[in-house]
C-alpha cells in the first residue's frame, strides 16, 4: 500500500530554518514525481515544489524560490524540503505527494495539486516570534 509520512514540522521564529521530510513505504520514490504543497487557514492548498524521479531537475512556485531546497534520497526513499528564511507568510499545514512517472525520468511539472493522486497527512509549520 502506497503511504507518504511528513515530519519535521514545528514552531520556528521568522528568518528561522526548519527541514521536512516526507518518507515513503509501499512503492519506489524511482517512479514517482514528488511535489510540496502547503494549506494555510482558509486558504485554497498551494503548490510549493516538485522534484522529478530522477531528482536532476525542480521546479518553486515563486514566492520560495531562493529560500525553499528540494531534494531527495531514493536509497532511503525519501523525499526533503529545507526551507531557509521562514516568514509568517509561510505558515500552514505542508504536505508531500506523488504522481506516478517514467523511473529516473528528467521530467518535471509545475506543483499542482489536482495533478497528485498521493498524499500525505501534513505536518504544521508555525512561523511567529
Known amino acids: 500500500q502506497l503511504q507518504l509520512v511528513e515530519s519535521g514540522g514545528g514552531l520556528v521564529q521568522p528568518g528561522g530554518s526548519l527541514t521536512l521530510s516526507c518518507a515513503a513505504s509501499?512503492?519506489?520514490?524511482?517512479?514517482?514525481?514528488i511535489g510540496w504543497f502547503r494549506q494555510a487557514p482558509g486558504k485554497e492548498r498551494e503548490g510549493v515544489s516538485c522534484?522529478?524521479?530522477?531528482?536532476?531537475?525542480?521546479n518553486y512556485a515563486d514566492s520560495v524560490k531562493g529560500r525553499f531546497t528540494i531534494t531527495k534520497d531514493n536509497a532511503k526513499n525519501t523525499a526533503y524540503l529545507q526551507m531557509n528564511s521562514l516568514k509568517p507568510e509561510d505558515t500552514a499545514i505542508y504536505y508531500c505527494?506523488?504522481?506516478?512517472?517514467?523511473?529516473?525520468?528528467?521530467?518535471?511539472?509545475?506543483?499542482?495539486?489536482?495533478?497528485?493522486?498521493?498524499w500525505g497527512q501534513g505536518t504544521q509549520v508555525t512561523v511567529s516570534s
Open positions: 505527494a506523488a504522481d506516478p512517472s517514467p523511473q529516473w525520468s528528467d521530467y518535471v511539472p509545475y506543483p499542482h495539486p489536482s495533478d497528485f493522486g498521493s
Open positions: 522534484i522529478s524521479s530522477s531528482g536532476r531537475n525542480t
Open positions: 509501499g512503492f519506489s520514490l524511482d517512479y514517482y514525481v
